[in-house]
C-alpha cells in the first residue's frame, strides 16, 4: 500500500520558519519525482516546489527564494524547508509523488501564519 505521511506542519508567526516532512512507503523513492503542493480554503490546489529523481528543482514564483525543496532517498523522505512565511503562506500543504503516469497524495499538513 503506497503510503505518504506529511508532519511538520503548525502555527507560526510572519517572518517564521518551518520544515515539513513526507514519509514515503510502497514506492521506488529514488526513481519518482516528488512535490510538494497547497490548498487555501476556497482555492485551487497549487504546485509550491518539485524535485525530479535527479535532483532538479522548480519552485512556484511566489515562494521563491524562500522555499526549499530537498530529497533524501535514504530515508525516503522529502522536505520543505519554509522561511520568512506569509499570510498568504496559510494553506494545507499536501506531498505528492510521480513516476510517469503513477500518481500518489498525502493526507497534507496544515501550516497557519499569523500574529
Known amino acids: 500500500q503506497v503510503q505518504l505521511v506529511e508532519s511538520g506542519g503548525d502555527l507560526v508567526q510572519p517572518g517564521g520558519s518551518l520544515r515539513l516532512s513526507c514519509a514515503a512507503s510502497?514506492?521506488?523513492?529514488?526513481?519518482?519525482?516528488m512535490g510538494w503542493y497547497r490548498q487555501a480554503p476556497g482555492k485551487e490546489r497549487e504546485l509550491v516546489a518539485s524535485?525530479?529523481?535527479?535532483?532538479?528543482?522548480n519552485y512556484a514564483d511566489s515562494v521563491k527564494g524562500r522555499f526549499t525543496i530537498s530529497r533524501d532517498n535514504a530515508k525516503n523522505t522529502v522536505y520543505l524547508q519554509m522561511n520568512s512565511l506569509k499570510a498568504e503562506d496559510t494553506a494545507v500543504y499536501y506531498c505528492?509523488?510521480?513516476?510517469?503516469?503513477?500518481?500518489?497524495w498525502g493526507q497534507g499538513t496544515q501550516v497557519t501564519v499569523s500574529s
Open positions: 505528492n509523488s510521480r513516476l510517469g503516469s503513477f500518481e500518489n
Open positions: 524535485i525530479s529523481n535527479g535532483g532538479t528543482t
Open positions: 510502497g514506492i521506488i523513492f529514488a526513481i519518482n519525482a
